[in-house]
């Protein structure tokens, strides 16, 4: 016999009534989930007078010969022969029903997909069916010549529908990421009409182990549509570790409560952390996330030891669809994604891999997306010689990201017509378009495509420069010239490099592209700023600290940047007198002795008398016969002196 094949939706009955005939096929139970434990077959007699029934009775598979009698206004059953005949005969009184014995060709009703004849020369009776309702031990059963999928049993009595407004729930989580948010935390499946209400309530509550504490939650929902419902609760587990949900159904009230609340243990599970992110990025920006992935916590998602793995971030439906993309700006699908060009893969893991995951934030030349804040998920895909979209994946992480500005450069421009003011027969002749341009100094690089429209070829020169007013900052007006020839209505794409000149300073330039066809200009001009790298300077002397003048007998010092600030000096035979002053007033007098090399006589020579007779020289001073030998002499000076300049500076704050 065929049993119980699990489903979950209740949907239309595929219902086959020929003629109607005198006796009809009232209810029928295709699985063995009700009180008699067996499958039967209810029929009844709606007339006033007694049948006497001689056909067969079968389904997709057998028919059997059946006779029987049938009194008026009554119910007759067709038993399976593993029926509860003490159920029967207890519960059943006044019922008459057929016992049908294994030993006939009867294998038993389809739960799912099925059908019942029953025929003889005045009955042509049938019912067919196509989803299982055993789990919620329903039966079909026929009220007022319609079928409903949701009855009571009521084997030999009248039949009876489930309240209206019936709905299940279910709980949709078993294994959760942490830090990881959830808004689908349970299944709500409708099998009536819902025409009296408009919203529906659930109660739910998160109950954590580890903390031995309950949390109590909320919601409220709009009718509730025959699938599976999305944001219905929230749920973002902090840590590892398991935790009970459970929901019930409060409104609209039900009868039946069996089904009406459900309760599961969630395991939470540690799988990647985020170390580093982006906070503000424009669109047309790179970004990067790093983190730290957890192999214990991936194999325990995915329930099998990983070698080879794929991550990827990508935009989740909403307001950030689609926002990351490929460098193409073609779209990347979340179930798709592992053969995006941004996609990470890792093999060979560690207990902890360290690791960064690029993403690509879409151009929005055409001003589709908003700036705003949005947000990023990461997913990981089981990729072991499978496609992309036949992997196993999971999303492990989710940040986000505030998209503000964009990036010009990557955007081509729009199409545009020049055409010069004195002719009219320019009109739309030429079209000039910057597809993309590079500006990195001291080079522009700009790829320029032009179309001519006209039904003639064209022939010309092809230039571009940058200028402010009636200057040039590239070179040349015309340093970057090529001849080029356009046949009718076609297109050509040409690479114009421009060096910025070295009197170009950071500012907004214009840069135009001319076309010069016969003395006729077709212009395409933009504005350019230019970001110019600051000169490193030379590095100029430092102006001395001090001052040093040298007079007969002694000299004087003035120290640098020191209003009144001057040190004299007495040198005599060897010994040095220091006189420190501050605002013309004596701070300190310091007395050194130095070394001095005395000269040495030379011998007398004979010298002719007209030697003798010439003048001598006068030495420039009168300091004393004595040579002061200058590595002695200045380096230790020059020492002290850098100590009483600050010995100086500092009491002039106090004088």
């Known amino acids: 016999m065929e049993r119980f094949l699990p489903a979950f939706f209740l949907a239309f009955l595929f219902l086959l009534f020929p003629t109607l005939s005198s006796i009809q096929i009232s209810e029928v139970m295709p699985h063995s989930n009700n009180p008699l434990g067996c499958e039967w077959v209810e029929l009844y007699n709606p007339s006033n007078s007694t049948i006497s029934f001689n056909g067969t009775i079968g389904d997709n598979k057998t028919k059997n010969n059946i006779n029987f ?34 030993e006939i060709n009867w294998n038993g009703l389809a739960d799912e997909k099925d059908c019942v004849f029953l025929n003889s020369s005045e009955t042509n ?12 031990g329903y039966s079909f ?4 010549n319609t079928w409903y999928e949701n009855c009571t049993p009521t084997p030999g009595r009248e039949n009876k529908l489930k309240p209206k407004n019936f709905l299940s729930i279910e709980v949709n989580l078993e294994k959760v ?28 509550t998160i109950y954590d182990y580890y903390l031995n504490k309950t949390f109590n939650h909320s919601v409220t929902l709009e009718c509730v549509k025959n699938w599976q419902s999305s944001g219905i609760g929230f749920f973002k587990p902090e840590r590892e570790g398991v935790f009970k949900i459970c929901g019930e159904i409060v409104f609209p009230a039900d009868e039946d409560k069996s089904d009406n609340r459900a309760c599961r243990n969630v395991i939470a599970i540690k799988v990647f952390e985020i170390k580093e992110k982006p906070s503000i990025l ?18 325990a998602l995915f329930n099998k030891n990983i070698s080879r793995i794929k991550l990827l971030v990508y935009s989740p439906r909403g307001q950030g669809s689609y926002i990351v993309r490929n460098f193409d700006d073609s779209v990347i699908y979340s179930v798709e994604g592992c053969n995006s060009e941004f996609a990470v893969t890792l093999s060979n893991l560690t207990n902890k891999t360290y690791f960064s995951i690029p993403f690509f934030i879409t151009k929005n030349c055409d001003n589709s ?23 196993e994946h999971y999303d492990i992480a989710e940040f986000q990201v505030k998209i503000q500005g964009i990036n010009k450069d990557l955007c081509p421009k729009e199409k545009i017509v020049y055409r010069t003011k004195k002719s009219k027969e320019a009109k739309k002749k030429i079209e000039i378009i910057i597809e993309n341009q590079t500006v990195r100094y001291p080079y522009i690089s700009s790829e320029i495509k032009i179309k001519n429209n006209e039904k003639e070829k064209i022939s010309g020169l092809l230039y571009s420069y940058l200028f402010n007013g009636r200057k040039c900052f590239s070179g040349g007006w015309r340093e970057n010239q090529v001849l080029i020839s356009l046949p009718s209505k076609s297109s050509i794409k040409v690479r114009l490099n421009n060096t ?7 500012g907004t330039y214009k840069f135009r592209v001319r076309f010069l066809v016969d003395n006729k200009k077709y212009d395409f001009t933009k504005d350019i700023y230019l970001s110019i790298p600051e000169k490193k300077e030379s590095k100029k002397p430092k102006k001395p600290n001090f001052i040093f003048k040298k007079e007969q007998g002694s000299f004087s010092i003035d120290v640098a940047d020191c209003i009144y600030c001057r040190i004299l000096g007495n040198f005599n035979a060897g010994n040095l007198t220091f006189y420190f002053y501050s605002n013309q007033t004596l701070l300190k007098r310091e007395y050194f002795s130095f070394p001095v090399q005395k000269k040495k006589a030379k011998p007398e020579t004979k010298r002719s008398a007209a030697y003798n007779n010439t003048p001598k020289k006068e030495p420039k001073n009168n300091l004393p016969s004595s040579k002061i030998v200058a590595p002695s002499f200045l380096s230790p000076i020059f020492r002290i002196l850098s100590f009483f300049e600050y010995l100086i500076k500092s009491s002039i704050r106090y004088i």
């Open 369 to 391: 997306k908003k700036e705003g804040t949005y947000q990023m998920k990461i997913r990981v895909f089981d990729f072991e010689n499978k496609p992309c979209n036949k992997s």
């Open 282 to 299: 424009s669109f047309g920006s790179l970004g990067f996330v790093k983190g730290i992935l957890y192999k214990k916590g991936l194999e």
């Open 125 to 136: 009776e049938s019912f067919c069916w196509n989803r299982s309702i055993k789990k919620k």
């Open 69 to 102: 009698t049938f009194l008026p206004y009554s119910f007759l059953l067709i038993l399976e022969d593993d029926c509860n005949i003490s159920a029967i005969n207890s519960s059943l009184k006044n019922v008459t029903y057929i016992h049908l014995s294994s």
């Open 141 to 144: 059963c026929r009220i007022n």
């Open 177 to 204: 990421i942490v830090n990881l948010s959830y808004d689908n935390l349970f299944k709500i499946r409708k099998f009536s009409d819902l025409e009296n209400y408009t919203q529906v309530k659930i109660n739910y």
């Open 500 to 506: 910025i000149s070295e009197k170009a300073k950071a």
